[in-house]
């Protein structure tokens, strides 16, 4: 029950941030993705089967938000948090340098899925070249806000 109040609370900052700081905030038209980060520390802290339930939650709160079509983020996001929580299960998981590539690869994974589903569904005008290069510099948005969220996390535990 802990853990789903403090999850329910993050997520609520991580909504505010999102529309408040980074919805105004583009570089060349790539913005950072708070939810997936959210989703992936969260698996990558509590396990596969935490990263499916945040994943699929994440995801449909974020569809019916901002997508014009339900249960795509809710299915692309279970299968980042999936897979994210998985590999945490079997390697060391104090590793900086391999959350940030897991940071990095869970962006464009889920990015190309999305370009996937979006031009199955034909939702997206931009061409796939575009979407990309988005992609991308998303995932290295996401992949510099995971380090200070991370030495700071590492700075309470050893506190602790």
Known sequence: MKKAIIFIILFLVILILQITLIGGFQIKRGSPDLFLILLVLWAWYNGW????????IIGILKD????????????TLCIVGFLVGEI?????EENLILLLIIMCLSTILNGFLLISFSSIFHISSFS????TFLVFLSSLYNSL???PIFIIKEGIKKKK
């Open 49 to 56: 089967r935490q990263g499916v339930i945040s994943g699929f």
């Open 128 to 131: 796939r070249t575009h979407l």
């Open 88 to 92: 945490r299960e079997k390697v060391y």
């Open 145 to 147: 806000l995971v380090l």
């Open 64 to 75: 019916v938000l901002f997508f014009p079509l339900w249960g795509v983020n809710a299915f």
